[in-house]
């Protein structure tokens, strides 16, 4: 079978040294040769890591979708346009699709299985949710059986790297982001990492695929870890519970909810011994119980061996259909089915607000455990609705106060 690889970046790296170069098991020994043609970058005269011949190097599309020998292209570049206008046109043109882009996936997910249908190809995108892990063919699996009602996952490396750091070494927010973009795992822009798009759209994959229906980033409530502080971790410790960034998504009967949020967890939870860039995901179907799946979730070798097991997939099942639809219409319920008990640090600016802020928590709280540490109140409440805590701290940033929360996941 000859192949495309449309980026030579990191991901596309490692899948030109798994094929091209026999890199592992597989291909050492395939009945079937698989040779990558072609390969698409931006700039053909950059100096690679790999040696890749120069008459397999282009930049043009066109070569590659025009070529009848291309059965499968391999999707590597990232971003959103020209990558989703490319695999439309590459199935249009009868080639499988395989990409690890989250981004395109999570926007036009049931545009692109429907083309896929339309087009008797197959469209796969196991490495665009938890690089390495094989979570979305374990979803299909699952789904084959059971309905699935919750999927809970740690998906972001560069966030779980940074919380780890912190509650292991008691260093700021800040100084653990700078170390975590001199080591190259955060962009100079953090803000997909820690503001939860990144997670979100990871979220929205498995979700839609769980739940039979097509749920978007935009459908997602999300709130960042930008203001999780040193004395946070260091309350946490005391508590007993460690703080994770979850994406969190619930289904009951056509409902859903959704959340990427900080929420703590008992440190005896599995999740919470799930450090720097590892991920878990977790769903729980209604026969087999909850189930969990571990590993890196980014990378060179981790997400292109996910990339080359949709290659194989590909070569394996030729003429299978994909049972996927996302037909089914649900009602997008926010954050109804997010209730807990929650932890609050709320800094006060000066001494006559105290009061102010201790009846603002009373009105929400009458049980509570409280503490005031100089200028700092740390409160955990009884259990309450996610809705009740977002208006609390909504009035509580509106008088000048600033504050960090999270829900305690018993
Ligand atoms: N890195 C990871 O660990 C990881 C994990 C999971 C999923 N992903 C996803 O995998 C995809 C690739 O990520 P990456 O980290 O490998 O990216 P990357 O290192 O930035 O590499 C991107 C590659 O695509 C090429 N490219 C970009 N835009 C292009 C265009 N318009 N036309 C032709 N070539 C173009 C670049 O060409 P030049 O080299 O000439 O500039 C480069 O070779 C993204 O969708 C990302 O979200 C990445």
Do not use: W
């Amino acid at each position: 079978m000859k192949i495309a690889l449309l980026g030579m970046g990191t991901v596309g790296t490692g899948v030109y040294e798994i094929i091209n170069e026999e890199k592992g098991n597989y291909f050492a020994n395939a009945q079937e040769k698989v040779n990558i043609k072609k390969v698409l970058v931006r700039d053909k005269k950059k100096k690679r890591k790999l040696d890749v011949p120069d008459d397999m190097l282009t930049d043009s599309f066109d070569e590659i979708l025009n070529d009848e020998e291309i059965e499968t292209i391999i999707f590597a570049m990232g971003g959103m346009e020209p990558e989703y206008t490319y695999m439309k046109e590459a199935m249009k043109s009868k080639k499988h699709v395989i990409t690890a882009n989250k981004a395109v996936v999570s926007e036009y997910l049931d545009t692109l299985l429907n083309l896929a249908e339309q087009n008797d190809v197959m469209f796969l995108f196991e490495a665009s949710v938890g690089g390495g892990i094989p979570i979305i063919t374990s979803l299909k699996e699952t789904l084959k059986i059971n309905r699935i009602d919750e999927i809970k996952g740690i998906l972001n490396g560069t966030s779980n790297f940074i919380l780890s750091k912190m509650s292991s070494e008691g260093r700021d927010f800040s100084q653990v982001l700078k170390e975590a973009q001199d080591l190259g795992f955060a962009e100079a822009d953090p803000s997909a990492d820690i503001d939860g798009f990144d997670v979100s759209r990871k979220l929205a994959i498995l979700s839609s695929l769980a739940f039979g229906c097509h749920i978007k980033d935009e459908d997602i409530y999300k709130r960042g870890i930008r203001e999780v502080s040193k004395s946070d971790m260091e309350m946490f410790d005391n508590l007993g519970y460690v703080l994770k960034y979850l994406a969190h998504s619930k289904m009951e009967s056509d409902n859903y909810c959704a959340t990427v949020e900080p929420v703590l967890l008992s440190s005896k939870n599995i999740m919470s011994n799930v450090n720097e860039e590892f991920n878990i995901v977790s769903i729980h179907g209604n026969i087999i119980g909850e189930l969990q799946f571990y590993g890196k979730g980014a990378g060179k070798n981790a997400t292109a061996n996910a990339v080359v097991g949709d290659l194989l997939y590909i070569i394996n099942n030729e003429n299978k259909k994909e049972d996927i639809s996302l037909d089914r219409i649900m009602e997008n319920r926010k954050l109804d089915a997010f209730k807990g008990k929650y932890y609050m640090r709320i800094d006060i600016k000066n001494h006559e607000e105290f009061k102010n802020i201790i009846d603002m928590v009373d009105e929400i709280s009458k049980v509570k455990k409280m503490m005031v540490e100089k200028s700092q109140i740390f409160v955990v409440t009884e259990e309450l609705s996610a809705y009740t805590v977002n208006d609390l701290a909504q009035k509580i940033n509106e008088s000048g106060n600033s504050l960090f929360y999270a829900r305690i996941v018993e």
